[in-house]
């Protein structure tokens, strides 16, 4: 059956572009007309040793792509398609491929590996080929070395791909086993020891019961510790990675390896090449991620049900830990500021000490300040900026009151060596802990304010001025000003801001038309800012922000002029329009939030419409995002009068819907159609045949993203609140979508946080459809359409409340429904919910929650209940 497709594939690999696509056009057409066949010449081409080598990579590359796919609709078909492939034929494929694993050719071997794990992620689960694990085992006492990396190398790749409840306890024991051997010191094979370390670190999650067992943990301890101070770099480096993964997966069960661990990692970070003082480091900021996440569940009291325990494994290494993150600080790299995805020791140091002093709080400053003290006024500039960013990172975690004082004295030091420091480095690691000294020091929260309006003239003109600077510090300058401006959010009136507000915008502008804007995300950070300032400013400078529309209305507008563009423009010009969409949505959600402001803002509705239609008809999916947010704004902003837009709109409208592929894009037109809904109300009437049939396709497709079916629900309450009793009409397909989604929501028994997380924003979505409809129907003669869905309703809220898993949104959600059932239905519903198992419970919980707006939901749903009950 397996025909020669040697030169096909050679051919589809050329750089004469037309050889190419006329070859990967046969490699389809082949696939397409006899795929059995297609799969076995693949194959075949991977195991022949005969054959070249770039043939045989891609022949194994086609064949992993052929069992598994990004999308999860598409991985699914591609997993049914192989699993009615004839038995014959997998078997055939499959010998291949592990005959592969003996190749002398590394690239083969290492796609055969590929191949069998995909494989295998699709067959163990159904209980086929259970003898691979075995048949893979016997091969790591093969006597050629370069056979045993390969088979450890698949065994890593299986763990990655299945499961560990797919592999019995004997069997993960065996490969355990085997791969533990292989990294042992006694393994004189370089090749071999590194496919063990690495296949250990995908094993990890299958070792559970191993751990548990002290004698077994031990030595898989004693064997990755060795490991790490193997002759060869990328042993050790994989070594420090299982460490890593250990210090997250088994934090528990590390306290006796930890002062070992300790002296391990000090070594390797003063002395070790970085690729593996980098994980050494990790190591550290994962413990730092586990004991944080573990205080902030329990608040620091265990009396509580704690899982696990806190072993506060970073308080006591604090005093070794900090002189050692503090060295790395000096390791800088010249010129890591410019380099967007730069990671070097020194950022690495610096990002553990932060989260060091998140885990500790005040315990850290006084180790830290001595350092800080000793290096600021250096004359070499890595002190000067290991110091700054010392200081920076340890402020978040110390209470205010420890840090104040420091911060007072330190804010005039930093504010001059912003605008004097003769280094880039310093200067950008200055305004980013400004930024971190406005972000959390300071705001309606503190005490004694840092900023006073002593020093914020001051502040602001070193700001303003830095915003002149290179790219890379004018960006971590607008950042500053960022979190300034938000922690006047709450001023009410009296923003110390306001004198300068002009010329804080001017500036932003300013910088926006920069030439270098587009270095170090400069143009974007200054609008985000420019946002800020705007949603933060007070009623005292409305009138600026009104100047401000026509300006960011021309800008949009010049945008949109732009002709014949390269497709890199185009990319420019797109996330230009953005950014320009984003900040009129600022100023829309800011003028149209008082009625003075609305009243003078409303002369530019039309042509702001205008422009975001344009923005539409260029068609690309990031600017869709923005335009479509901001015309929710509009929305909002001109209420019933929106309805003249939408003749031209709702096109736009539909096309966001139907955006599978983009579903961010989806899921924000969803949240817009309720944003239009509540201005326009029954204005809304004519479009909504066409807007219910977009979104209950949306909901039956297993295409869209499962993240947008909540909001979509969501989305029915708010059209029948604004239609009233014309949903009638819709109840019919509304309602059987809505009770098998509440099904799948309320069993969930076993599931893990992320998919917790999930049920609730489906039950959310459920219950404000529920109560959109009631609140819809209320008083309307058509209200007896509604009686045969209470009681699969009150099922419902049984089954959550029965669940015990539900959170404080749902629940306020879930009570208002049980008051809109009672308060639309009335006495029909009085005696259903008198039969209900635990709605008197579950009213009774609400009534006494620590939320007060649980609180009031339920003092209402409890009056809505007692009328429906007297009647």
Not at 112 to 121: E, P
Not at 407 to 412: I, K
Not at 680 to 705: A, R, V
């Amino acid at each position: 059956m397996a025909m020669e497709v040697t030169q096909v594939l050679l051919n589809a690999q050329s750089v004469d572009g037309n050889i190419r696509k006329h070859a990967e056009e046969s490699l389809k057409q082949f696939q397409d007309q006899n795929l059995p066949s297609f799969l076995l010449s693949l194959s075949g081409e991977l195991a022949n040793d005969e054959k070249p080598v770039d043939s045989r990579k891609l022949a194994g590359l086609i064949l992993k792509n052929a069992l598994d796919a990004k999308e999860q609709h598409r991985k699914f078909e591609l997993v049914q398609r192989w699993l009615s492939l004839d038995a014959a034929v997998k078997t055939q494929i499959k010998t291949c491929l592990l005959q592969t694993l003996s190749s002398p050719v590394p690239d083969a071997r290492s796609t055969a590996s590929q191949v069998i794990a995909k494989i295998a992620g699709i067959e163990l689960p159904q209980k086929q080929w259970p003898e691979l694990i075995g048949s893979l085992l016997s091969n790591i006492h093969q006597l050629p070395a370069h056979v045993k990396q390969a088979t450890l190398e698949t065994l890593g790749y299986l763990c990655e791909e299945v499961s560990p409840d797919v592999v019995d306890q004997d069997q993960v024991n065996k490969i355990l086993t085997a791969v533990v051997q292989g990294m042992n010191s006694s393994e004189g094979n370089n090749d071999v020891r590194l496919a063990a370390t690495r296949a250990l670190y995908n094993a990890l999650g299958f070792a559970q019961a191993n751990f548990t067992n002290d004698m077994e943990r031990d030595y898989i301890m004693r064997v990755v510790c060795e490991a790490t101070l193997s002759p060869e770099v990328k042993i050790r480096q994989a070594a420090f990675e299982c460490l890593v993964s250990i210090s997250s997966t088994y934090y528990e069960k590390l306290a006796p390896y930890i002062q070992d661990i300790f002296n391990i990692t000090a070594k390797a970070v003063r002395e070790d090449e970085e690729p593996v003082a980098l994980q050494a480091i990790e190591f550290w900021s994962s413990i730092c991620d586990e004991e944080i996440d573990i205080l902030e569940e329990y608040g620091g009291d265990f009396s509580g049900d704690s899982d696990i325990p806190c072993f506060y494994f970073i308080k006591q290494a604090l005093p070794a830990l900090v002189p050692m993150l503090l060295e790395t600080l000096l390791k800088q790299e010249e010129d890591q500021d410019q380099d967007e995805g730069a990671w070097n020791l020194a950022m690495a140091g610096g990002t553990c000490l932060g989260l060091v002093a998140r885990t500790v709080g005040d315990d850290i400053v006084p180790l830290v300040m001595p350092f800080i003290e000793e290096n600021i006024t250096k004359p070499d500039w890595r002190q000067r900026e290991a110091a700054t960013y010392a200081f920076g990172s340890i402020l978040e975690g110390p209470s205010p009151d420890k840090l104040a004082p420091i911060v007072n004295v330190a804010l005039n030091f930093m504010l001059s060596a912003l605008t004097k420091d003769p280094n880039n480095h310093v200067k950008d690691t200055t305004a980013w802990t400004l930024g971190r000294i406005f972000e959390f020091l300071h705001g309606s929260t503190m005490e004694t304010p840092i900023i006073t309006h002593a020093n914020c003239q001051q502040i602001i003109t070193v700001l303003l001025l830095s915003m002149k600077d290179v790219p890379n510090v004018a960006e971590k300058a607008c950042g500053a000003l960022y979190f300034l401006a938000q922690g006047y959010e709450d001023v009410g009136s009296a923003s110390p801001l306001t004198p300068f507000f002009q010329e804080i915008v001017q500036s932003l502008l300013t910088v926006t038309h920069r030439k270098d804007a587009g270095e170090s995300r400069l143009r974007t950070s200054a609008y985000e800012t420019l946002n800020e300032v705007v949603r933060c400013s007070t009623d005292e400078t409305a009138p600026m922000v009104l100047q401000l529309v026509p300006v960011i209305m021309m800008e949009l507008h010049q945008t949109l002029e732009a002709q014949k563009l390269s497709s890199d423009e185009r990319e420019k010009q797109n996330e230009l329009q953005g950014l320009l969409c984003g900040c009129l949505q600022v100023i829309i959600q800011k003028l149209g939030s008082s009625e003075p402001t609305k009243y003078v803002f409303m002369q530019y509705a039309d042509q702001i419409m205008g422009l975001f239609l344009r923005v539409f008809a260029c068609r690309s999916a990031t600017v869709h995002e923005e335009a479509m947010l901001a015309i929710g704004a509009l929305a909002y902003a001109t209420g019933p009068d929106f309805a003249k837009y939408m003749p031209e709109f709702y096109k736009y409208l539909e096309m966001g819907l139907q955006n599978f592929e983009e579903y961010q894009v989806c899921a924000v037109t969803v949240g817009v159609v309720g944003d239009i809904c509540r201005a326009l109300e029954d204005k809304i009437l004519p479009y909504c045949d066409g807007i219910m049939t977009l979104l209950l396709k949306d909901l039956s497709s297993n295409q869209l993203h499962r993240s947008v079916k909540p909001p979509i629900f969501s989305c029915f309450g708010d059209i029948a609140l604004a239609i009233g009793e014309n949903f009638e009409k819709y109840l019919m397909y509304a309602m059987p979508m809505l009770q098998s989604a509440a099904e799948l929501s309320s069993h969930t028994a076993g599931a893990d946080d992320e998919m917790t997380e999930y049920t609730n924003l489906l039950r959310n979505g459920i219950l404000e459809a529920y109560s959109g409809i009631f609140q819809g129907f209320k008083n309307s003669p058509k209200t007896q359409l509604l009686i045969p869905y209470a009681p699969h309703i009150l099922q419902f809220l049984d089954s959550i409340y029965m669940e015990k898993d539900m959170d404080d949104v749902v629940m306020k959600t879930a009570i208002g429904v049980l008051g809109d059932l009672a308060d639309t239905l009335g006495s029909n519903a009085g005696s259903l919910i008198q039969q209900s198992l635990s709605s008197k419970d579950f009213l009774n919980e609400c009534l006494s929650s620590e939320d007060h707006l649980i609180k009031e939901s339920a003092e209402w749903a409890k009056l809505a209940i007692s009328r429906a009950i007297s009647v």
